[in-house]
Structure formats: C-alpha cells, structure tokens
C-alpha cells in the first residue's frame, strides 16, 4: 500500500494500525474508526460517512495484501457499529466487500469476512432482508467450507440470519425462490443440509407461504432424500412431511396439476426411500385432487404398474402403489365416455396431454423392475405441459392411458400382479367409456388372444373378462353389422336345416350373420364372431394351450357369455374347418364340456327336450359339427333322446375305419353312460316298449368293443334291462298313450345322416392321404 496516499479523515495512525499483521493493533484502529463515525453521524455528515465506508472497502477489504484486507474487514464492522440503526442506509457498500472475501483462498480470512458480516447483520437485523439474496448465496458457500472454523463461524451467521427471517414479515418470498430452486440440486451434503434448514424454517414461519412455491422445489427435494448422510435424508423426510401436512389442511390452494410430474419421475427411481414417499404422495394426490389427476393418468400407471409386481422385500411400495392404482381407477367415471363438445364462442383451455410428452427417464424404465417396457419417462421435471391457472374441463387421454396398458401386457417379463392389475384396468375402461375404448379394440384384441395362453390362472381369468366384455358389449355393435370385416370374416355360416311346420321347407334361423343364435339367446356384437373365429385358430396353432386350458377357457367363457351363443358360434366355425384333425379334437373337447360341466346345465336341458325350434336348430347345427367326430354324434343323440338316428349312426360305423382312438372314445361314451349327466337314459331302459332303439343302439356300441372293462360294464349295464313281458301288469294292458317322445318333427334326420356319412367320407380320404405320405396319425387295429 502506497504510505504517500491521502486517506483521510481515516488518520495515518489509524491506516497504519490497520495494515498491522497482528490482531489487537487491528482492533485498536477498529475502535478508532468506531469512534470517528459516531462524530460524523452526530454531525449528520453522511459524505464522510460514504468516504470511509468506501476508503474502508476499495484501499483496505478489496486489497491485495492479506493483513489489509483483514484490516478492511474489521474496520467494516466498526462502521456498522457505529451506525446503529442508520446502518441500513449504507448496507450495499458495507455488505459487498465482506461478501467478496467469503471467496478468499485464506481460511483465516474466510474467517475473519464471517466474523465481520456477523457483525453487520446484528447491527442492522431487518434491514438485512432486501440483501437477503446475496446473503443466503454467500452463506450456501460457506456451509460447505472445508474449514472447521469457517463453518463454525458461518453457522452463527446463519442462526442469527434466520432469527431476523422469523421474526420479520417483510421477507420477499417471490425473490428468494429463484436462488433457492437453483441452490437445491447442490450435491454437497453440507450444502444441502444448509438448504434443508432453511426451508425448514421458512415452512414454520405463519406469514410465509412456501406452499404456493412447493412445485419450484419439489424434484431438488426429492433429489436431496436421496442422499447418503442419514441425517440429511431424515431432514429431507420431515420437510416433505410437514409439506404434506400442510398439503392435507389446504388441498384447495395446491398446484397438483403441477408436480405431478415429478411423482411420476421420483416414483420410478431405484431408490426405496424415494420411490416409497414419492408414492405416498401420489396416493394423497388422487384422493385429495380427484379428478385433476386424470389428465396425468398414463404417466402415474406407468409409474405405479411396476412397483404391483414387488415381493415382500418392498412390500410398502407395493401397498401404497396399489391403493394408488385403485384410487386413480375411481376417478375414471362414465361421464368420460362422452363426447367432447367445447361451447360455442369460447376458447377451450387447452388440457395438458401428458401422452404427447416423452416417456423416458434416465436409468429408469417403466415396465418392471429391470425396465423392460419402452414408455419411461424422462429426468426432465417438465414430463407434461403444466397445467393452466384457468380452469378447464378435465379430459381423460384415453390414447396415452392404453398404450401404457398395452405395453405392459406385451411385455412378457413383468409380473403376474401387474398383467393382473393391466387386465383390470381394460375391463374398468371397457365398462366406464365403452364407446371410446371400442376405438382401441382392434389395437388391443391381439395381445389379449395372446395372453390366453399366460402361465397364470388368474390373468386368464382377468383376460377372459375383458374378452368376454368386448365381445357383449352394446358399443361394439355396427349397425347392421354388415359384412364383417377381413378375410377371417368372410365365412359363410352354417344353413341350419330346420323345416317350418308351417311351410313344410327349410327354415333359416334368424341372425344370418352367426351373431345370433336364436331369438331366445342375447345379441352378440361384431367382436364376438371375430373372438370365437380367432380363439379357435389359437387352439389350432397351440396344441397344449387346448389340451392344458381349452376345457378351462371355454367353460369360463360360458359363464361370462351366453353358452348357447359360444356352442353354436363354433359349431359353425368347426364346419368349415380345413384341418378335420383339429375339428375331430376341438369337437370332442366341446362335447366333453358339454356333457359335464355344470356351467351347462341349462343347455344340457335345453338340448335334452328339443321341444322348441330354437333348441331343434342348435341341435341341428351342433350336430353338423360334431359329425367330425363319430362317437361325439351318438352322445350328442343319446343327449338329445334322439334314439333311433342313434341306432342308424351306429349302423353306420361298421363302413368307418376302426381305429385305437375310436373304440378308446367308445370306451369313454360307456363310462359317460355310467355317469349322473344320462341318469334319465338308464331309467328309459325299464321302460323297454317305448324305448327300444335306444336298447339296439346300446347293443351296438356294446358289439363293437372289444372285451375290456368298459365291454363288461356295458354288458352288465344290459343284463339288468328287464323282460317286456314282465313288466306287463293290469293297468299296463289296458290301452295307454306311449310315453316315447316322438322324433322333433322339425329335423331332417335322414338328411343329417348324409351329411354324416359325407363328413366322414372327407376324414377317410385324409387319412388315406396321410398314409401314402408315410403319415400315420392314427393307431389302426391289427388282426
């Protein structure tokens, strides 16, 4: 420092003692300054008052040798004192140097500028705050300082900086959020548990609505529970807590809309901690804002999805995420079915659509655990457009919510619990907003067809929900229906020839179009033809999926539709079928439900009299079909008390090839024989006078196998058919209308009969091809 410079009013005493490398000399020239801005303010003489403040800041704090600029500092503070409360005229020129000092290499000064500013800002208290920015940024530098002293120093600072704060009503909130959404995504834990602090602070403070500002500092927050320290992580745990507090008692003043976003992206990382409260909040957010949360619906599911599929090791995640997934399914209503109509005149406030928004978050994907599904979402916090200020209608993104759906449940690798809670949110859509979902169908059909054949019992019978909703639903009509659409489509269907008493021809049931079986049975619409013809080609391309689950499918799917729709639908389907192989198995499948599932008991009865035209065309058009299978037609006959074309079918079978396969079906007819479902067949047989072909019949199955246990048990069965001349008693001779009921004098029988000696002639040609190739698909008897 020049010696020759004019320094005054400061005296050359003073200047010296404040270049003086020890510190008691510095504290004399400090009291000295102290002294002589008292006299200047007593004289209100504030020039001079400026030129020490500034002689103080440029010559002595801002200088380049180290004992000035300790000089300058405590000379500052010297100053501040002597102010008093007129300090806060001169806070810019006071604060600015010392500030500047915080960034010194010199710890002992770092130190020192702490020491000074501690001074200035008790002096001066609430006049402070206009200066709170920079104070606050100085500060942040300060937390983290690698000296122990420093940060002891900076601390006391910071306690009497927050003191002021509380006390205050004058804090510029608006001003300070800026600086602290930049300061929040420090990675210096010092820092971040100085910024914790704060706002900690500034949550309890009555007159400061921080909640107002939470969307600006949610993402950094979360960022900060994420931390190694422990106590960080359990500051940052209570601030969200009281956020969520205060969220609970003011839902009305909260911006959801606005940090939903950041739910969705906290609530995929890998962290337990922070996936488990950003869940939490998710949760609280659909309760507390409703319908709100809609428009955000495809980013939550993909956020929540994955976490349903957790073992026990997360097992809160697992819980909190699906109340989540239940809450958020609340929401959906049926008003979301209806079409949008914006008034006329005015301009819509645009929705946010979060499914036009990217999808991908870094290090984290959205279909599982190991991130197997390509909709993510990313690390930025604005995922989807912020919501308007202005109210708006609320829209439910249909599009995004079902290809979230439908990517999780192509998506092979997720687990049982998420497909489960996908398939109830297809049949939940299908059910609330049925005309708009129908516009996804044909999207989604396939995947659905194909996860028929998922190792899971319940995600079939999920699956099979939604199928059977699709294919009953009164929103999947057409019209008309017209022509159905696409090749498969194109099949004629079965011309079920029933003759009309009245007309003495043919009779056409009604629904030409297979949809309809008969006026008794409910509407199907386009889907449902289209779902049989598909699950068919299914059970022919997957062999196991029809022996392991066909029977399971087809009899759930009696349950849930109409049984007489399903059987008829498929017969019709089964007649055209190429491959007779297939149709002989899926017909002997059918006729095995049939027969013994309890789910078909009404249509067992219905078959059983055959006293209507629409139980006589059923018949008519089961019978077509199961013409592929010889010994499934005489059961169908035997059900249908149809004893005579029984007995003729039988004839019939001694031009048939007899195969292994053929006489072991023989032998399960027999065993079915034997069973409850044809109780009232073996009381028929007392009743020998009025049944005799079903007597014949029984015989003819008995001739054609071999001795074996099923021969035996048919023989015995036989044995026990009485004599008709011991069953004549004195009321019986007298002349008594016969209780055999007559054949339905609607059917054709010797028609069917052609048709199957023609059907059969079709499988025995197959075969005989098969052989010249060196197939043998079937086991032949070996005389």
Not at 15 to 28: C, F, G, H, I, M
Not at 373 to 393: G, H, K, L, N
Not at 502 to 515: E, F, I, N, V, Y
């Amino acid at each position: 420092m020049n010696p020759e410079k004019d320094f005054t009013p400061l005296t050359p005493n003073i200047v010296r003692a404040l270049n003086d490398k020890l510190y008691e000399k510095r504290k004399v020239a400090a009291l000295e300054i102290e002294k002589l801005v008292r006299e200047f303010v007593a004289q209100n003489n504030t020039v001079q008052i400026k030129h020490v403040i500034q002689t103080l800041s440029q010559e002595f704090a801002l200088s380049q040798h180290p004992h000035s600029r300790k000089g300058g500092l405590i000379g500052l503070a010297a100053c501040s004192i002597a102010l008093g409360k007129d300090s806060g005229l001169y806070l810019k020129d006071l604060i600015e140097p010392v500030l500047t000092c915080f960034n010194d290499a010199d710890s002992r000064l770092r130190y020192y500028a702490c020491e000074a500013l501690y001074n200035i800002v008790k002096v001066a208290r609430g006049a402070v705050l206009p200066h709170f920015n920079v104070l606050f940024d100085g500060l942040s530098k300060l937390a983290a300082d690698p000296d122990p002293n420093v940060k002891s120093g900076s601390e006391l600072l910071d306690r009497l900086l927050k003191d002021i704060v509380t006390e205050s009503n004058k804090f510029d909130l608006v001003g300070f959020i800026p600086l602290l959404r930049e300061r929040i995504y420090s990675n210096n834990q010092y820092a971040r548990q100085f910024i914790i602090s704060w706002i900690l602070v500034l949550e309890s403070v009555p007159d400061i609505n921080l909640l107002d500002y939470l969307p600006e500092i949610l993402d950094g927050l979360f960022q900060i529970l994420g931390d190694n320290g422990k106590e960080i992580r359990k500051m940052c745990e209570v601030a969200l807590g009281e956020f969520l507090k205060e969220i609970k008692r003011n839902p009305s003043s909260v911006k959801f809309a606005e940090m939903a976003n950041i739910l969705v992206i906290h609530c995929q990382t890998n962290d337990d901690l922070i996936q488990l409260t950003a869940m939490c909040w998710m949760w609280e957010f659909t309760q507390l804002a409703g319908r709100v949360m809609l428009p955000y619906s495809s980013g939550i599911l993909t956020a929540v999805l994955p976490c349903l599929a957790y073992d026990d090791r997360k097992k809160s995640i697992k819980e909190v995420a699906n109340s989540c997934n239940q809450s958020l399914m609340k929401l959906v209503t049926p008003e979301d079915d209806e079409p949008e109509e914006p008034k006329p005149g005015v301009q819509q406030q645009a929705e946010p659509n979060p499914d036009d928004a990217p999808a991908k978050q870094e290090g984290t994907t959205s279909g599982g655990p190991d991130g197997s599904c390509d909709s993510s979402f990313s690390s930025s916090i604005s995922v989807f457009p912020a919501a308007s200020t202005e109210r708006a209608p609320v829209t439910l993104h249909l599009d995004g919510i079902v290809q979230v759906l439908n990517c999780h449940l192509r998506d092979m690798a997720i687990g049982m619990m998420t497909r489960i809670a996908v398939l109830k949110w297809l049949y939940h859509l299908y059910i609330k907003t049925p005309r708009k979902m129908f516009r996804h169908t044909d999207s989604l059909f396939p995947i659905l067809l194909q996860t028929l054949s998922d190792e899971s019992d319940e995600v079939i019978l999920k699956d099979l929900e939604v199928l059977a909703e699709i294919a009953s639903s009164p929103a999947g009509q057409t019209g008309d229906l017209g022509p159905l659409d696409g090749p498969d489509l194109q099949v004629g269907h079965s011309e079920l020839q029933v003759s009309s008493p009245a007309r003495g021809g043919l009779l056409h049931p009604p629904g030409t179009k297979g949809l309809e079986c008969s006026p008794s049975t409910p509407p199907m619409n386009s889907y449902f033809y289209k779902f049989m013809i598909n699950l068919l080609k299914r059970f022919s391309s997957e062999q196991k999926l029809l022996e392991t689950r066909g029977a399971f499918i087809i009899r759930q799917l009696c349950l849930l539709l109409n049984a007489e729709n399903i059987f008829h639908s498929m017969a019709d389907i089964l007649l055209r079928e190429e491959d007779l192989k297939f149709a002989s198995t899926m017909v002997h499948t059918l006729n095995t439900i049939l027969l013994t599932s309890t789910e078909l008991f009404q249509l067992r009865n219905q078959l059983k009299d055959l006293r209507t035209l629409e139980s006589q065309s059923l018949f008519c058009c089961l019978y077509r079909s199961w013409c592929h299978n010889p010994v499934t037609t005489v059961s169908l006959c035997f059900l249908t008390q149809n004893y005579r074309h029984a007995y003729d079918l039988i004839q019939k079978f001694g031009d048939l090839e007899v195969t292994v396969d053929f006489l072991t079906e023989v032998d399960k007819l027999v065993q079915l024989i034997e069973c409850p479902i044809f109780t009232y067949l073996r009381l028929q047989l007392l009743d020998v006078k009025n049944h005799p072909y079903l007597i014949k019949a029984l015989y003819g199955l008995l001739m054609l196998l071999p001795q074996s246990s099923a021969f035996q048990l048919l023989s015995h069965r036989l044995q026990c058919v009485p004599k008709p001349e011991l069953l004549q008693t004195e009321d019986g001779l007298k002349a008594a209308p016969s209780s055999q009921r007559a054949s339905a004098p609607n059917i054709d029988y010797a028609e069917l009969l052609q048709h199957f000696e023609k059907v059969q002639n079709k499988h025995l040609e197959v075969r005989h091809q098969r052989s010249g190739r060196g197939d043998h698909p079937d086991r032949r008897i070996v005389l």
